[in-house]
């Protein structure tokens, strides 16, 4: 069992940016391949940035390539995301997932564990 902790949402104003942190249990971090998803209100879930559990692939959605950057510290069990250039449109709530040795980083399917989200909102 993993269990994931995200942190790091809160408020801010368009053009502004954030960065968020999910931090997991146990000590098998490292095997995890690790993703950020999102889902606003009244749509579905959708992929953001993966990270492989090696660390050397990373893949983006198009909504957030050039403004975000997907990154992993395994001594400290925790993968980050940097948001820049923050739109109103990245108003959601923002769940980390980890995938056991994953390969599809932007399959949500692949996902075994879940956060509980942490909440991203800006202001226009």
């Known amino acids: 069992q993993v269990q994931l902790v995200e942190s790091g949402g809160g408020l801010v104003q368009a053009g502004g940016s954030l960065r968020l942190s999910c931090t997991a249990s146990?000590?098998?971090?490292?095997?995890?391949?690790m993703g950020w998803f999102r889902q606003a209100p009244g749509k579905e879930r959708e992929f953001v940035a993966g990270?492989?559990?090696?660390?050397?692939?990373?893949t983006y959605a198009d909504s957030v390539k050039g403004r975000s950057t997907i990154s992993r510290d395994n001594a400290k069990n925790t993968v980050y995301l940097q948001m820049n250039s923050l739109k109103p449109e990245d108003t959601a709530v923002y769940y980390c997932?980890?995938?056991?040795?994953?390969?599809?980083?932007?399959?949500?399917?692949?996902?075994?564990?879940w956060g509980q989200g942490t909440q991203v909102t800006v202001s226009s």
């Open positions: 146990g000590r098998t971090f490292s095997r995890y391949t």
């Open positions: 997932a980890a995938d056991l040795f994953g390969t599809r980083l932007d399959n949500k399917g692949e996902y075994d564990y």
């Open positions: 990270i492989s559990w090696s660390g050397r692939t990373t």
